[in-house]
């Protein structure tokens, strides 16, 4: 039930979100637990993105910023967005060219919140 939800989130960011292409919702261990992917490899992504955040997340508070909130990876020919879901998940979002950033942030947000919600439901009914 949890996961219809989980990609209903994934397909609203994408329709509201110029240039979002793909996307997923993995643990931070890195274990996929949904996507919404037509050419990526998911349980890949969902590896990489957790090394990536665990990266900035140590890397953050090395240099005493805070918490992370989110890694972006711009590259030739799009982005690859990571955003931390509370401790217990993330969420990648992989993005063309023509990705307007400052509205996936503001997306982000609350597709984050909403997500940290559901994961958390799912882990107590387990």
């Known amino acids: 039930m949890a996961q219809q939800a989980l990609l209903a ?5 994408r329709d509201n979100v110029t ?5 997923a919702i993995a643990t931070v261990d890195g274990l996929l637990m949904v996507a919404d992917t037509d050419g990526a490899r998911p349980e890949v992504v ?3 993105a957790a090394a990536s955040l665990g990266l900035g997340k140590r890397t953050g508070m090395e240099v005493g910023m805070g918490e992370l909130r989110e890694v972006v990876i ?13 401790h217990l998940a993330l969420l990648a979002v992989l993005a063309d060219e023509g990705l307007d950033v400052a509205r996936l942030h503001i997306e982000s947000r609350s597709t984050v919140e909403r997500i940290a ?10």
């Open 117 to 126: 919600v559901l994961v958390s439901e799912e882990r107590r009914s387990a």
């Open 19 to 23: 240039g979002v292409l793909e996307s």
């Open 46 to 48: 969902s590896a990489l």
């Open 9 to 13: 989130e994934l397909h609203a960011l």
């Open 74 to 86: 711009r590259c030739r020919s799009g982005y690859i967005s990571i955003y931390a879901v509370g």
